[in-house]
DNA sequence: TTGAAAGCGCTAACAT
DNA sequence: ATGTTAGCGCTTTCAA
């Protein structure tokens, strides 16, 4: 009984169980048909081997299915992708499924490669945050079975579903916050205008200076920050101007750190109001004040939302909004200088 | 010419472009000794067709080799995890391989489950930071060439690569750092003692406090949170007593946390250290010192070892160590009540 | 209840 | 330079 070299096979514990080869398949599997006293034998055969079972082999001939999904995000070890990845993987758990992933670095090209990688390694849909902009490439993918969902920002030239925060909403939340405390001077911080959700909330605060009757004043805007650093000199800028705002809104959780450091730095009197929520923010020197939404629903939306694509749903692509809200905790409740008493009315 | 439903295969795209599987296989695989027209009729061929090349049908002729890795953690929205995972993706990229991960949530049932799934899968190489304390079952797996590399725990029964963080050397750090402000009543808020890291933290404190002359009032030990919310009220307990310590050392970064609200709250003049840094840390209320050691570094480590095993490396089992740093950022500079002027010289 | 044969999509080994 | 054949480890189909 010569059983082949390295890992054992389905036909090693066959020829060592003196079964036949789809005797094991069913044992293995759980079929029925099988004597107790034959499936035994077969089951000594497999532990004493150390059988495993190759799911590469069976997803190829099975056809369909590799109970392996891709995501493809920006960094793992950014809070709010890492949250992102682990609601998806809850929900892929929970359906047989294993998580493949990889860091974009917010790189379109890097983002297509692990793409392509992860099409060929036949995965049963893709959730992606996208960093490029072009993604007609998968429509043919979609036709062959491999649905996508699209997470934090919408997809380029493609109908699919896509999970996206009310970013022009939530950033009217935190301007008019600002408004109702008096302020006018109220200044930007953020990542560059390229990225969908800088220019949505860009265009929330426009809406909200524009119906509170102000003019918005471009110098005091200051974008373009990808990390705290950036986000930090940029604020320094705008604080170091002859007419200084009286307070800034960052619009995401990187640039609201390089903010914070700043104004406790250099003008502590100054408000500010963050997009994004994140940890310790109450427990700051200056708790920070912040427009909160939930990065976890984002990916057990898209994840449900993707599996019953898996599942044959092929209803026309949805667009599910997560709503945000704002969260009082100091840094925003500022008066400008000069003011006194209760809060300023709007008129 | 009929082609096959669903997903274009190499046959389809061989017929397409009137030639031989082999000949397509050549394309793909950009190997040589194929004419430049045909190659064009064959690329011309996958391309009309949305051709994919299938690695599951690929990895399984070629035998060894699915180019993916798999990564069982206790968290993945965790930051000291997500870290690991991100650098062990980044080693795992510049290797061309994808990475599968799993959150075992501390269940060793759990980790068994996930390792199996990935061992199913025909992963390269396995990096486990356990749960568990048993990996016999691993034992074999090592026979047949899939290697696991162990992060942060080492594994149980099983001689294999491990990379630990400098555990007792660290508190010692901690604790040293404290004596020599003068603090002996110093109080200890960690996670289970059933965990190897909460173990070796507490074997430092005990060797730092002998090593200075005094003894350990077991009172002071307030072990078994997991989370901050638990650490806070352990820490509450510690500060409630009737002589309270005049520091702290806490043994992780949650339960640092925990500490931090508990110490600001009732007793602000409490010294604090803690193992593990995290973000933030130097904005808080109160900055706070901690003992520094690098996650991202051992995910790379640890993925480095992962390859140079796949790549055929037999030699011995190896155990590498992360070293630690003290950061002093405020909260463990702070002397016991009535002790003034300079450092206490220890005696 | 059990088994033999065919074949999933690809590559290795050998023709031509 | 190109094609044919066999077979990776498994499941499907059909037969005994």
Known sequence: ???????????????????????VSRVVNGEPG????VAARVQDAIATLGFRRN?????????????????VIGDLANPFYSAIARAVEAVAHRHQTMLISGSSEEDPDREREIVNALLERRVDGLIVVPAGNDHRYLNDEA??????????????????????????????????HLLRQGHVRIGVVGDAMSLYTTAQRIKGYRAAMTAAG????????????????????AT??????????????STNNRNTVGALRAVLAEAPG???????DFELADLLARPVTVVRHDPAEMGSLAAELLFRRIDGDTRPPRRKLIRTELVQRGSGEVRPPGE??????RT
């Open 55 to 71: 799911d590469l082999a069976r997803s190829l001939r099975h056809g369909r299915r590799s109970s392996t999904i891709g995501l």
């Open 214 to 233: 102000h003019l918005v004043d471009e110098g005091l805007l200051e974008l373009g920050s990808h990390n705290a650093d950036a986000a930090e000199a």
């Open 34 to 37: 099988v004597r107790p006293a």
């Open 1 to 23: 009984m010569s059983l082949s070299q390295g890992r054992p096979t389905m036909r090693d514990v066959a020829s060592t169980a003196g079964v036949s080869l789809k005797t």
């Open 236 to 249: 320094r800028r705008l604080l170091e101007r002859s007419a200084p705002p009286t307070a800034i809104f």
């Open 340 to 345: 006194r008493g209760p809060r300023a009315k």
């Open 270 to 276: 100054t408000a500010l109001v963050g997009f994004d």
């Open 143 to 176: 036709d062959n079975g491999t649905p996508a969902v699209f997470v934090d920002r919408p997809p380029g030239n493609l109908a699919a579903d896509v999970i996206l925060i009310d970013n022009a909403g939530g950033a009217v939340l935190a301007v008019d």
